[in-house]
Nanobody, 114 residues
């Protein structure tokens, strides 16, 4: 069973996108969740995580620009991205946090380019 991210696309620098990810597991609400990304030639990195309490943590590279949120009623986690930069170009994935190997989906491509 995988977590499928959606909502990616092509956006100009400075633009915004919102990604979504629906989890099929019924225990979604008791799991911490994370958004990850992998750019060509780079390792996959964590860009946001949200605890079951709703508390969120971000690396400095996206702090102030990305916002992670969750809707437990819909088993869905979101990533709102604004002020996008070309270096944000990557395939974005959602997974539990810490990640679980069985739950990597296809990801969704985000390309930031003029």
């Amino acid at each position: 069973v995988q977590l499928q991210a959606s909502g990616g696309g092509l956006v100009q620098p400075g633009g915004s996108l919102t990604l979504s990810c629906v989890a099929s597991r019924s225990d979604f609400r008791i799991n911490h969740m994370g958004w990850y990304r992998q750019a060509p030639g780079k390792q996959r990195e964590l860009v946001a995580r949200i605890f079951t309490s709703g508390y969120a943590v971000y690396p400095d590279s996206v702090k102030g620009r990305f916002t992670i949120s969750r809707d437990n009623a819909k088993n869905t986690v979101y990533l709102q991205m604004s002020s996008l930069k070309p270096e944000d170009t990557a395939v974005y994935y959602c997974n539990y946090w810490p990640w679980q190997s069985d739950y990597w989906g296809q990801g969704t491509q985000v390309t930031v380019s003029s």
